[in-house]
Nanobody
Framework: QVQLVESGGGLVQAGGSLRLSCAASGSIFTINDMGWYRQAPGKQRELVAS???????NYVGSVGGRFTISRDNAKNMVYLHMNSLRPEDTAVYYC????????????????WGQGTQVTVSS
């Protein structure tokens, strides 16, 4: 069984920083794209940042240059470093990964973590 586990969420004042981590484990052949999503109460889940196996990153426009996504392929981990946090960044943040399970199966399957709460106070 493949599992994604997030950590690093918490309560921070506006202008502060947090670093989220996500570890993938289980029967993994390779991990293709990875990403971070967030969902605030009453709102749709949105993609915050994504990163390819080769390290090409994309971000939602609202985070500007404040967030940085990175990954460690050797450790099957992805990170989200969040700076200059704003109250509107408050949400549950979810790790996502597209994972190949077997060498002979080229399909990548979509997996989600359980989420970690980020709360930014004013």
């Amino acid at each position: 069984q493949v599992q994604l586990v997030e950590s690093g969420g918490g309560l921070v004042q506006a202008g502060g920083s947090l670093r989220l981590s996500c570890a993938a484990s289980g029967s993994i052949f390779t991990i293709n794209d990875m990403g971070w999503y967030r969902q605030a109460p009453g709102k749709q889940r949105e993609l915050v940042a994504s990163i390819t196996f080769g390290g090409t990153a994309n971000y939602v426009g609202s985070v500007g240059g404040r967030f940085t996504i990175s990954r460690d392929n050797a450790k099957n981990m992805v990170y989200l470093h969040m700076n200059s946090l704003r109250p509107e960044d408050t949400a549950v943040y979810y790790c996502n990964a597209k994972i190949r399970l077997r060498a002979f199966d080229s399909r990548a399957y979509n997996f989600w973590g359980q989420g970690t709460q980020v709360t930014v106070s004013s």
